[in-house]
């Protein structure tokens, strides 16, 4: 494989070898936090890459450009060193239905998701929450409290999001560096308890 | 392209090209940026946001440079996100942030 990497004679100093990489997926719409939550637990500031959409066009046919228009996507990311052999990426993606085809290549080895959520502005996210459960992803719904205030409480959200009652739905501020790990914490517990219920329901003689 | 390369897939460059390849200051200059930020190990998503490149234009620069030998890509390298011990893992190194 090419990962193989072969020693170099004369080499002065043994070349870092690569990490192995894990990620997680962080959800939202416009402006709820997302790239404050990736630069609040980053060890670099969050970085953007830009991917291209080709969107069919639906509607009006337009002779001048027919069927395709083509639009830049930016997607802020993040790392945190776990140990010597673990990276962790987080991946910042836009929550709305016509950014659809970025969430296959992101929740592709995810460990998990988090859904960002403004408590004021629930509309946003119910394309990727319902991807999510389909792609059989863990995820959590966060809801970033800014000022330390909910406009609905926790209990609200769940119901008018319709998450099942396992689904972690919680409140966080992106701002904070603790509050942000905690967050992720909720989320690798859900995900380990997941798994850990599917192997040994899977286990199970029948 | 190569499907397998994916936004946190891992690439560094070659201590020594081999000689089949032309020297490195031949190759145009997004080549040679891409070479150079991959002297240490970097994702595919960072070579990306510090080219700057598309990331589709990346992800097929990366499998060239891989195919004419500058880079290892180590798209076999990578862990499986329903392993219990990966996510143990992950949960102690965050837990260790302060």
Redesign the interface.
């Given at each position: 494989m090419d990962s193989v990497q072969s020693p170099e004679p004369g080499a002065s100093s043994p070349r870092p070898t690569a990490p192995i990489p894990v990620k997680i997926v962080i959800a939202g719409g416009f402006g709820v936090g997302k790239t404050t939550t990736v630069g609040a637990i980053s060890e670099i500031e969050p970085l953007t890459t830009e991917a291209e959409m080709t969107e069919v066009s639906v509607g009006i046919d337009e002779p001048a450009h027919p069927g395709k228009t083509t639009t830049t996507v930016a997607m802020d990311f993040g790392c945190v060193t776990i140990d010597a052999g673990l990276k962790l990426y987080l991946f910042g993606t836009p929550g709305q239905a016509r950014f659809e085809f970025m969430w296959d290549d992101l929740s592709n080895g995810a460990l998990g998701a988090v859904v960002v959520v403004d408590s004021a502005r629930l509309d946003d996210c119910y394309p990727v929450i319902d991807y999510f459960e389909h792609a059989g992803l863990p995820f959590v719904v966060a809801v970033n409290a800014f000022d330390g205030r909910l406009t609905h409480d926790l209990d609200a959200v769940r119901w008018a999001l319709a998450v099942r009652d396992e689904v972690p739905v919680l409140a966080f501020d992106a701002r904070e560096r603790t509050s942000v790990r905690d967050m992720l914490l909720v989320l690798l517990e859900y995900a380990l308890n997941r798994t850990t219920q599917q192997q040994a329901t899977a286990s199970t003689p029948h | 392209m190569d499907p397998d390369i994916?936004?946190?897939?891992?690439?560094?460059a070659r201590?020594?090209p081999p000689p089949t390849a032309p020297p490195v200051e031949t190759l145009p200059p997004e080549l040679q940026a891409i070479i150079e930020i991959c002297a240490?190990?970097v994702?595919v998503?960072?070579i990306?946001?510090?080219v700057?490149l598309?990331?589709?234009v990346?992800r097929i620069l990366v499998g060239d440079l891989?195919a004419s030998g500058y880079l290892?890509?180590?798209?076999?390298?990578?862990?499986n996100?329903?392993?219990?011990a990966?996510?143990?893992?992950?949960?102690?190194?965050?837990?260790a942030?302060?």
């Open positions: - | 994916s936004l946190e897939t891992q690439v560094s201590p020594v240490e190990p994702s998503a960072e990306s946001a510090r700057p598309h990331f589709g990346t891989r290892d890509v180590h798209t076999s390298d990578v862990a996100p329903h392993d219990p990966t996510i143990l893992r992950v949960i102690r190194g965050l837990r942030i302060a």
